[in-house]
């Protein structure tokens, strides 16, 4: 059995279509676990209609306290062999469930990852084409890779990313792995601890998961928690160095790369920032300043290994030759144009 663990936290939206999504599944051996993570909405009440309907749907309920304290709480009370995870926003393709079981029943693997298809609308996401796209495959290319390989890859973000969804896992990977309530990118965060514990990976070239794209205007907006990504992936590369120092440097790289983002994110909204007066807004300003000279020392104390790294990405040697062609405010000046 599969239990698709699913926080919900004031969802009215698009949660119906999330849950129509896993009834519609092509393979039925699962189990629907809803995490009410506090909904003020009529999110409850999409839920209990579900229950309602089977006793494969199970319903929980927790105070506010984040998308990772509800993964958290479904991962608890799961009963099935293998795990997936479903927001609440997004919907599975039919054929999800029955490719990745397929694949994880015919090879043994410990973890199978799929094709995550990014699609940026208010509308049903099943009326598109991707989410009746293989009901009737049954040969499809997969590729194998180790614990290790598996974990460079997403550390050097080639070919297998670092979302929790999407993907299969057996769940005795989880026996001893949670996600962390202190910080954002939870998924980054648990998803290379997952991967190392694995013996046997496989990714699949058919997608699996559809993702309702955030707007433009989220994904180029600098927060302070957005910041999270800087300790996260610090946590990564202190745990790499000194259990499996052979992905250091493929964590450093991460580490880089995510130095570069925050570092452009403050620049691109650096007007904003200025135009902040309030006693809150100024501290918020101050912080981000702060935090831009944290990123550029960083940078700097990195970009050299990465620059002589074949299994850097283009896009990161780019910014590297920037930074060394035009310092900090080259960099910055470039992020306003591009982010």
């Given at each position: 059995m599969?239990?698709i663990?699913?926080?919900?936290?004031?969802?009215?939206?698009?949660l119906?279509e999330?849950?129509?999504s896993v009834f519609?599944?092509?393979?039925?051996?699962?189990?629907?676990i809803?995490?009410n993570?506090?909904?003020?909405?009529s999110?409850?009440?999409?839920?209990?209609?579900?229950?309602r309907?089977?006793?494969?749907?199970?319903?929980?309920h927790?105070?506010?306290?984040?998308v990772?304290?509800?993964?958290?709480?479904?991962l608890?009370?799961a009963?099935g062999n293998h795990?997936?995870?479903?927001?609440?926003d997004?919907?599975?393709?039919?054929?999800?469930?029955?490719?990745?079981?397929?694949?994880?029943?015919?090879s043994?693997?410990?973890?199978?990852?799929?094709?995550?298809?990014?699609?940026?609308?208010?509308?049903?996401l099943?009326?598109?084409?991707?989410?009746?796209?293989?009901?009737?495959?049954?040969?499809?290319?997969?590729?194998?890779?180790?614990?290790?390989?598996?974990?460079?890859?997403?550390?050097?973000?080639?070919?297998?990313?670092n979302?929790?969804?999407?993907k299969?896992?057996?769940?005795?990977?989880w026996?001893?792995?949670?996600f962390?309530?202190?910080t954002?990118?939870?998924?980054?965060?648990?998803?290379?601890?997952?991967?190392?514990?694995?013996?046997k990976?496989?990714?699949?070239?058919?997608?699996?998961?559809?993702?309702?794209?955030?707007?433009?205007?989220?994904?180029?907006?600098?927060t302070?928690q957005r910041?999270?990504?800087?300790?996260?992936?610090?946590?990564?590369?202190?745990?790499?160095?000194?259990n499996?120092p052979?992905?250091?440097?493929?964590?450093?790289?991460?580490q880089?790369?995510?130095?570069?983002?925050?570092?452009?994110?403050?620049a691109?909204?650096s007007?904003?920032?200025?135009?902040e007066?309030?006693?809150?807004?100024?501290?918020?300003?101050?912080?981000?300043?702060?935090l831009?000279a944290?990123?550029?020392?960083?940078?700097?104390?990195?970009?050299g290994e990465?620059?002589?790294?074949?299994?850097?990405?283009?896009?990161?040697k780019i910014g590297?030759?920037i930074?060394?062609?035009?310092?900090?405010?080259?960099?910055?000046?470039?992020?306003r144009?591009?982010?």
């Amino acid at each position: 059995m599969v239990s698709i663990i699913v926080p919900v936290y004031n969802a009215e939206k698009y949660l119906q279509e999330a849950i129509d999504s896993v009834f519609m599944q092509a393979y039925t051996d699962w189990e629907l676990i809803l995490v009410n993570d506090g909904s003020t909405d009529s999110s409850m009440k999409i839920c209990e209609k579900a229950a309602r309907k089977t006793s494969r749907v199970k319903i929980f309920h927790t105070p506010n306290q984040g998308v990772s304290a509800a993964r958290n709480t479904g991962l608890k009370y799961a009963r099935g062999n293998h795990i997936t995870f479903l927001d609440a926003d997004d919907v599975l393709p039919m054929s999800s469930l029955s490719l990745m079981m397929d694949c994880a029943k015919t090879s043994n693997a410990d973890i199978v990852c799929g094709k995550i298809k990014e699609i940026a609308t208010e509308h049903s996401l099943l009326t598109t084409s991707y989410f009746y796209r293989d009901l009737n495959t049954r040969f499809y290319r997969v590729s194998s890779y180790t614990s290790i390989k598996g974990v460079r890859k997403m550390l050097y973000q080639s070919r297998i990313d670092n979302s929790v969804c999407g993907k299969l896992y057996k769940a005795s990977l989880w026996k001893d792995i949670r996600f962390p309530t202190d910080t954002r990118y939870e998924d980054l965060a648990v998803a290379p601890l997952l991967f190392i514990n694995a013996d046997k990976i496989k990714v699949m070239r058919k997608t699996t998961y559809i993702y309702r794209q955030q707007p433009e205007s989220y994904v180029h907006t600098f927060t302070l928690q957005r910041s999270d990504v800087l300790t996260v992936t610090s946590r990564l590369t202190d745990f790499f160095t000194h259990n499996y120092p052979s992905l250091a440097r493929a964590a450093r790289a991460r580490q880089l790369n995510a130095n570069f983002n925050i570092l452009g994110l403050i620049a691109a909204n650096s007007d904003r920032l200025n135009d902040e007066n309030s006693a809150t807004q100024q501290s918020e300003k101050d912080k981000a300043m702060l935090l831009s000279a944290s990123c550029w020392n960083k940078i700097k104390e990195l970009r050299g290994e990465a620059l002589r790294n074949p299994s850097v990405r283009m896009k990161t040697k780019i910014g590297i030759l920037i930074s060394y062609i035009g310092g900090k405010s080259l960099y910055e000046k470039i992020s306003r144009r591009v982010y």
